[in-house]
């Protein structure tokens, strides 16, 4: 899949368009980014649309030429085999090419250890490759966690606890990437692991942004490419945290996973948190798959502020690629 994405294409959330005053700062021309989406099958196309919504609402008079990928070896359902066969570009095709911008997310983990997944040989070599052949790869979530341990053999941490929410992320240091982004910025995570902040400095990785609860948000290093890491989400929209959680809340109930979800943190409005604690009361006593049909109505938060972030990010990425495009020798 091939979308050409210019500045006359309408944009469906005007919240996250730039304004005028960074629009004018900003170069036009065309980038070319593929997106190499390797998230399971619930959410493999939510992730295409909430990338490419991103990318739209950042491109300011940028034509930007947008490729879907996947991992041959990451495992699909029959119906998301044929989506990625039908709709996406095949993964040798990005070899062929030169790519601005590379954004890579992260697979749900079917193996102990990271390096025992089935796709690790595929995407050890697409970091080796985006390192030369890219001016700028993001890392989601599990693949930057897939990045640093093949690149430095950082491995991340078991947490006590999923860490699961909207979460406050400062500056840590002064970076183009955060430019004129909120104070704080609001990002989701949704992780069993993290990578502490000690480790990835010692190995010589830039923290930009974290969270007191989270622990780190953003950071960076250069080669050839500058690499992104994300171990958040911003690119989620309002309601994929809620859709994880009742998707684990389901699993629970088919016995499928041994403890109940807690929810997200800094999500739901207090009314909601009260009728879902009444709720997993009653999965005490009677565990079944049809109980979900009794899922109370769920609230946001008004304040979750979910967009602003990535609105930011992404803006600045896009800007840091059109730089390297006309200079790219330029020192970072």
């Excluded at 997993?280 to 602003?308: C, F, M, W, Y």
Aim: hydrophobic content about 40%.
């Amino acid at each position: 899949m091939t979308i050409l994405i210019d500045k006359d294409q309408v944009i469906s959330s005007p919240a996250l368009v730039p304004a005028e005053r960074d629009l004018a700062r900003d170069r036009g021309g065309e980038l070319t980014i593929g997106l190499v989406n390797n998230m399971p099958d619930p959410a493999l196309k939510a992730t295409e649309r909430q990338f490419l919504k991103l990318l739209q609402a950042a491109a300011g008079p940028r034509r930007i030429r947008f490729h879907c990928f996947s991992l041959p070896s990451v495992k699909r359902s029959p119906e998301a085999k044929w989506h990625v066969e039908s709709e996406y570009s095949d993964l040798s095709e990005l070899k062929r090419q030169k790519f601005d911008g590379l954004i890579v997310t992260g697979a749900e983990p079917v193996a102990p250890e990271l390096d025992q997944e089935p796709y690790w040989r595929d995407l050890a070599d697409l970091i080796d490759w985006a390192k030369a052949n890219t001016r700028s790869t993001i890392w989601s979530c599990l693949a930057a966690h897939a990045a640093v341990l093949h690149l430095d053999g950082i491995a991340r941490r078991r947490l006590p606890a999923k860490c699961h929410g909207i979460f406050d992320c400062e500056a840590v240091t002064s970076d183009a990437l955060t430019r004129a982004a909120p104070a704080p910025l609001k990002v989701s995570h949704s992780r069993l692991n993290e990578l502490a902040q000690s480790d990835l400095e010692q190995a010589g990785y830039q923290v930009l942004t974290r969270s007191a609860e989270a622990g780190v948000d953003i950071f960076v290093r250069q080669y050839a490419s500058r690499f992104v890491f994300f171990q958040g989400h911003p690119e989620y929209d309002a309601l994929s945290l809620q859709r994880e959680y009742l998707r684990d809340i389901g699993r629970y109930l088919a016995r499928e996973r041994e403890t109940y979800p807690r929810p997200p943190v800094s999500y739901f409005d207090a009314a909601t948190e009260e009728k879902l604690v009444r709720f997993e009361k009653k999965t005490a006593h009677q565990r079944h798959p049809a109980l979900t049909n009794e899922l109370p109505g769920l609230n946001l938060r008004a304040d979750i502020g979910v967009g602003s972030a990535a609105a930011v990010l992404f803006r600045n990425w896009l800007q840091y690629l059109s730089v390297e495009a006309e200079a790219p020798v330029l020192a970072r």
